[in-house]
């Protein structure tokens, strides 16, 4: 089953000049046909209406990580048209070598570095570590951090603590969602980084009366 939908993409299949159908594109990319693909490709006339479908190919290959069809692609059309959709969607689905090939042709720090955040959502330490150079790591206030420490990926908060703006204090939220799941490991991680006395306040203001106390207990600990 693809995700084409061509009357929602507002293409006529009749419009595309030179593409038998449009779901063909999606079929030989789903399953693996690549000589199918190839033909498709060269008998796709190069205009804004073809682009925009190839674009929407280029995303499908990349939630798939079909480096080879994301390759051809990319020499066609500009995945900077699209807002760096392929490259979301690589980092998301944790596609490594997609997401290295779409580096250098996209905007890693498009819809606030949404790449990277999907990439420590998902504790993928390899794609964080390519996008951390490109990225804005303070994005959505320090989102990539703090819902890595949530979801206890510990080495992608490793990278990400030295790289995040102690100024914004994400640090701090980043321990408190540590001390929310009762994280030991994860709130050592960010022990030195991080005020103490204010990710205790965003606990008390979600009302996390657990996590306050646990926390709580940790600074003691430490201060022994």
């Not at 646990?214 to 430490?222: E, G, P």
């Amino acid at each position: 089953m693809t995700p084409h939908n061509s009357s929602a993409l507002g293409h006529d299949q009749d419009e595309v000049d030179g593409v038998d159908s449009i779901d063909d594109l999606y079929d030989a990319v789903q399953h693996t046909q690549w000589a199918r693909f190839q033909d498709i490709l060269a008998a796709t006339p190069k205009n804004p209406v073809n682009d925009s479908v190839l674009l929407d190919v280029l995303t499908w290959a990349a939630k798939l990580g079909r480096t080879d069809f994301v390759e051809a692609l990319i020499s066609r059309v500009d995945p900077l048209q699209d807002d760096s959709a392929a490259l979301i969607k690589a980092a998301q689905y944790g596609h490594t070598e997609c997401v290295k090939l779409l580096i250098p042709c996209s905007d890693p720090k498009a819809d606030s570095s949404r790449a990277l955040r999907m990439a420590a959502r998902k504790g993928n330490i390899a794609i964080v570590e390519m996008l951390i150079p490109h990225s804005d790591c303070n994005a959505v206030r320090g989102h990539a951090l703090r819902v890595a420490a949530g979801f206890g990926h510990l080495d992608v908060v490793r990278l990400l603590v030295a790289v995040s703006d102690p100024e914004a204090d994400v640090h701090s939220e980043a321990l408190a969602a540590a001390a929310e799941n009762f994280n030991t490991e994860m709130i050592d991680a960010l022990w030195d980084f991080s005020d103490h006395g204010n990710a205790l306040g965003f606990l008390r203001l979600y009302d996390r009366g657990d996590a306050v106390e646990f926390l709580r207990q940790h600074i003691v600990r430490k201060q022994h």
